[in-house]
């Protein structure tokens, strides 16, 4: 017998994403740097010119709140054209 707790088949596709799918509200220096495309001693040093969002610290690692990257990200794009 299984547990419909624990069965993914079961998932009404109207429902949220499960928590595992969706993606964490904080981002890690290599995350960051994934998405800018750029190595992680960049990442460090943009931090340090002030040119990245407040970092959030946990312990002695350092993580970046999504939103506010993404915030950033449209401030320095320009609006897309609706052509």
């Given amino acids: 017998m299984t547990n ?10 109207g ?5 595992a799918s969706r ?12 998405l800018f495309q750029r190595a992680d001693r960049t990442i460090r040093w943009w931090r340090r010119r002030g040119l990245l969002p407040e970092p959030v610290p946990v312990g002695r690692a350092v993580f970046y709140r ?16 609706n052509e």
Avoid: H, K, Y
């Fill in 15 to 19: 429902d949220p994403p499960s928590p």
């Fill in 66 to 81: 999504r939103a506010d990257i993404e915030a950033m990200i449209g401030q320095v794009l320009p609006p897309a054209s």
């Fill in 23 to 34: 993606p964490s509200p904080l981002m890690s220096t290599r995350e960051v740097a994934e």
């Fill in 4 to 13: 419909s707790w624990f069965d993914d088949d079961t998932a009404d596709p």
